[in-house]
T-cell receptor, first 113, second 110 residues
Framework: DTAVSQTPKYLVTQMGNDKSIKCEQN?????MYWYKQDSKKFLKIMFS???????INETVPNRFSPKSPDKAHLNLHINSLELGDSAVYFC????????????FGEGSRLTVL | KNQVEQSPQSLIILEGKNCTLQ??????????LRWYKQDTGRGPVSLTI?????NTKSNGRYTATLDADTKQSSLHITASQLSDSASYIC?????????FGAGTTVTVRA
């Protein structure tokens, strides 16, 4: 069973469109995250939720809106996509807020044309 | 400036050889330091974790060292295999904040 699963794995879309990425974890963890990995492979935190509550909201355009319906799910919706949004987005989870090991999903590669 | 710097940015080694990756950090004090391995097209996976008081930690052919005085950590790969080709990311934890290095890309050639 996949511990952290995210869909879709690949996403190709036009500028201006709206898209969503979904993430689910079956580890029973309390905390989930969204990271963005750019072309230089640098991982940058975007959001973090602990028990469905937003605890970290880094400097991210408000076109990005996370939503956590329950502690096992964290979705990311992006409005009005721009070329610079092209990247790999990783979902991750941990037992508590930044405690212990981060378990990452396989990543969702977003390409904006 | 990033609080975690890794070097080299990339390296190529022949199968069976050893290599050492460096991680210099300015985060202080810190809770722990982890090395993650990221295979191409996959998410990072934790290799080792070290706390402030630990000097060395091994995981198979991977050995991490930590010098808290100089704020340096290294990851040594022994007898490299083709499957070691990946990016290796150093992550330093302080309180509830994680600082990521940009990673070192290792390519192992037959």
């Amino acid at each position: 069973d996949t511990a952290v699963s995210q869909t879709p794995k690949y996403l190709v879309t036009q500028m201006g469109n709206d898209k969503s990425i979904k993430c689910e974890q079956n580890l029973g963890h309390d905390t989930m995250y969204w990271y963005k990995q750019d072309s230089k492979k640098f991982l940058k935190i975007m959001f973090s939720y602990n028990n469905k509550e937003l605890i970290i909201n880094e400097t991210v355009p408000n076109r990005f809106s996370p939503k956590s319906p329950d502690k096992a799910h964290l979705n990311l919706h992006i409005n009005s996509l721009e070329l610079g949004d092209s990247a790999v987005y990783f979902c991750a989870s941990s037992q508590g807020p930044y405690t212990g090991e981060l378990f990452f999903g396989e990543g969702s590669r977003l390409t904006v044309l | 400036k990033n609080q975690v710097e890794q070097s080299p940015q990339s390296l190529i080694i022949l199968e069976g050889k050893n290599c050492t990756l460096q991680c210099n950090y300015t985060v202080s004090p810190f809770s722990n330091l982890r090395w993650y391995k990221q295979d191409t097209g996959r998410g990072p996976v934790s290799l080792t974790i070290m706390t402030f008081s630990e000097n060395t930690k091994s995981n198979g052919r991977y050995t991490a060292t930590l010098d808290a005085d100089t704020k340096q950590s290294s990851l040594h790969i022994t007898a490299s295999q083709l499957s070691d080709s990946a990016s290796y990311i150093c992550v330093v934890s302080r309180d509830y904040k994680l600082s990521f290095g940009a990673g070192t890309t290792v390519t192992v050639r037959a």
